[in-house]
């Protein structure tokens, strides 16, 4: 089962929180002991901005995530999910859900 983070608000060193428990539980989930390795992608809305943004790369081993991160400001409205593909064979560089 994939893992997600849904934020609204403007504190971006919360979102950082936030997004830092992601990571660590897209790592080694304390609830099922497994791994969420098989891309992660987000979307974000602020008032300059609309990003998407999806990788095959796990979340924890991307160096996307702190990039995206950074050009987020003001009020955000933000969806991050980790993900753990029930066939891995669809996982890929050409097709990564999100």
């Known amino acids: 089962m994939c893992r997600m983070l849904a934020y609204n608000g ?3 060193e919360h979102l950082r929180r ?3 428990c992601l990571v660590k539980a897209s790592l080694n989930d304390p609830l099922a002991n497994e791994t969420h390795g098989d891309g992660w992608g987000i ?3 602020t008032s300059n ?3 998407h943004y999806r990788s095959h790369l796990p979340i924890f081993k991307d160096e996307n995530l702190e990039k995206i991160l950074n050009l987020l400001d003001g ?3 933000v969806i991050i999910h980790a993900r753990q593909a029930s066939d891995k064979k669809l996982v890929s560089p050409y097709y990564s859900h999100p």
């Open 10 to 12: 403007d504190d971006k």
């Open 49 to 51: 901005n609309l990003i």
């Open 18 to 20: 936030l997004t830092n």
């Open 43 to 45: 979307v974000a809305i």
């Open 75 to 77: 009020e955000m409205k």
